[in-house]
């Protein structure tokens, strides 16, 4: 603590920092004189309808370029047909019938689907 006291002794507690007199008198009027000439803006031009219109166009043929893509390389999707007509199936007995229809993997629909365009075929 003694050599805190003597440092504080022979600098003394007043800030040691000091304003000059009148300096922010003109302060704001030297600095806008020390600032470069500002540039008046320029305001940019008001886009176009293309100009706002674009991204939405690109983004709807970025879709349309993915759908085909994918559609060129999947395929069509196939329609399932059954492999017999009606008259083959009516010979084959109930056993016959539900191994073939196990086997084919043909869909409730697409087996009513087929019994009633052979009907509308025979009438």
């Known amino acids: 603590m003694g050599k805190e006291d003597n440092i504080l ?17 003109d302060f704001t009027q030297e600095l806008m004189n020390k600032l470069p000439e500002k540039e008046p803006m320029q305001y940019l ?8 219109v674009k991204p939405w166009v690109y983004m709807t043929a970025m879709f349309v370029g993915i759908m085909l893509s994918v559609r060129v390389f999947v395929g069509e999707p196939q329609k399932e047909e059954f492999p ?7 010979m084959l007995s109930t056993e016959e019938w539900e191994t073939l229809v196990r086997r084919t993997s043909v869909d409730d629909y697409a087996l009513y689907e087929l019994l009633l365009t052979e009907e509308d075929n025979n009438n």
Do not use: C, D, M
């Open 45 to 52: 031009p008001e886009p176009t309808l293309w100009q706002r």
């Open 84 to 90: 017999i007509s009606l008259a083959e199936a009516a």
């Open 9 to 25: 002794r022979k600098v003394g507690t007043q800030n040691p920092f000091r304003v000059p007199e009148h300096y922010f008198e």
